[in-house]
């Protein structure tokens, strides 16, 4: 398992949004029902907040044909900022996660699938404290970001976190607090599995620095 740096030397460590750091579900929820209003298409709002975590348009494909995927996803992207920022809160734990890391000297960067505009506008209203944001990647694309930052961890809810802190060489540490349960995380071959970030901090003090 690889390991962050020593406690002495500047280290990072990453975080997912959507349903790691902030509960999105109630806002997404409530685009995808602006949506089905505004175009007569039944969308399934509970299921899509089940797979929430890949790409916007591999969700959209779900609902709409083929060539009207781009323009749907950017009227969701039009309205998301004024329907579900204002709807999304903090999952419990996250800010007291990120602050066991800076408690070290650690640096947090949050890398996401959502946009960059409005992954930064979500931390920026939950008040979370980030040294780097990034948005628009999933999965192992993530880990391009993560290894610039130098994240020595990549925590996320998605079996997709768990690819992306391989490709980051980091540490995947794994929170069922989406799609995944714990059983599944751990099939898939995160290397921690956490309840929720409220086990977090206990896990973080006692992880033993290279």
Known sequence: MPDL?????????????????????????????ALAAETGVPIDTGLVVRRIGPPLEE????????????????????????????????????????????????????????????TERTVRFLG???????????????????????????????TGDVDAARAASAVAVAVATGSFDSAALTAYGADVVLPDLLAFPEWFGGFRAA
């Open 5 to 33: 740096l020593p406690s002495s030397a500047p280290f990072a460590v990453g975080f997912d949004l959507d349903l790691t750091l902030a509960d999105t579900r109630a806002g997404i929820s409530a685009v995808y029902a």
């Open 59 to 118: 969700e959209m494909a779900y609902w709409f044909p083929a060539d009207e995927v781009p323009v749907m996803a950017a009227r969701y992207r039009a309205i998301y900022a004024d329907i579900a920022i204002p709807a999304t809160v903090l999952m419990p734990g996250a800010a007291t996660a990120l602050e066991a890391v800076r408690a070290r000297g650690g640096r947090v960067v949050v890398v996401s699938g959502k946009n960059q505009a409005d």
């Open 128 to 158: 979370l404290r980030a040294d780097a944001v990034v948005g628009g990647l999933f999965g192992a694309d993530k880990g391009a970001a993560l290894r610039e930052h130098g994240a020595g961890a990549y925590i996320g809810d998605h």
